[in-house]
Antibody, heavy 120, light 108 residues
Framework: EVQMLESGGHLEQPGGSLRLSCAASGFTFSNYALNWVRQAPGKGLEWVAV????????SYADSVKGRFTISRDNSKRTLYLQMNSLRVEDTAVYYCARLNSGSNNYFDYWGQGTLVTVSS | SYVLIQPPSVSVAPGKTARITCGGN??????VHWYQQKPGQAPVLVVF???GRPSGIPERFSGSIAGNTATLTISRVEAGDEADYYCQVWDSSSNPVKFGGGTKVTVL
């Protein structure tokens, strides 16, 4: 059974930093690209970033580019999101999601999410 | 930037059919995927690649595309289908993932 469990979310001040983690099990971890997707309170889904299975290729939403860094440790089966220069508008539930990248890219498994609150 | 348009809300009586639309320019050139999100829960994939259904998703959920609109159809609606539904495509831009704004389905 595929499981993905996020952690690391909490209250942080504007300008601060946080690192989120997503521990995965139940599949061959290095075979899949992984993503972070966020959802601000009462709002829709917003894609944040993706990292390839080997960890060598990444892509970011314009809203976080230059501030957030996605990475993975395949030996630990863990995905990370380093969040720097946090802004109030980064407040959201952050989900990790596995990418099914056969011929068309979609998110076939999601974690339960971790809440990041940015406020003074 | 590619935009997906969904109606904010759809209301349907139990046992009837709900149709949730997702509009986008030349959407037929993309592969469209749909997610269900119940309150306080993570999204769940309910349709992939326009009309595919993941294991464990009831046959009542189906997807289609015609013209510039993709549609998620929920047949014989049940109270447990009350949720937000999002469409999604992946394009070739630097911001490749596009979600629709979401549609809240209310079962009357």
């Amino acid at each position: 059974e595929v499981q993905m469990l996020e952690s690391g979310g909490h209250l942080e001040q504007p300008g601060g930093s946080l690192r989120l983690s997503c521990a995965a099990s139940g599949f061959t971890f290095s075979n899949y690209a992984l993503n972070w997707v966020r959802q601000a309170p009462g709002k829709g889904l917003e894609w944040v970033a993706v990292v390839s299975g080997g960890g060598y290729s990444t892509s970011y939403a314009d809203s976080v580019k230059g501030r957030f860094t996605i990475s993975r440790d395949n030996s630990k089966r863990t995905l990370y999101l380093q969040m720097n220069s946090l802004r109030v508008e980064d407040t959201a539930v952050y989900y990790c999601a596995r990418l099914n990248s056969g011929s068309n890219n979609y998110f076939d498994y999601w974690g339960q999410g971790t809440l990041v609150t940015v406020s003074s | 930037s590619y935009v997906l348009i969904q109606p904010p809300s759809v209301s349907v009586a139990p046992g009837k059919t709900a149709r949730i639309t997702c509009g986008g320019n030349n959407i037929g050139t993309y592969s469209v995927h749909w997610y269900q999100q119940k309150p306080g829960q993570a999204p769940v994939l309910v349709v992939f690649e326009d009309s595919g259904r993941p294991s464990g998703i009831p046959e009542r959920f189906s997807g289609s595309i015609a013209g510039n609109t993709a549609t998620l159809t929920i047949s014989r609606v049940e109270a447990g289908d009350e949720a937000d539904y999002y469409c999604q495509v992946w394009d070739s831009s630097s911001n490749p993932v596009k979600f629709g704004g979401g549609t809240k389905v209310t079962v009357l």
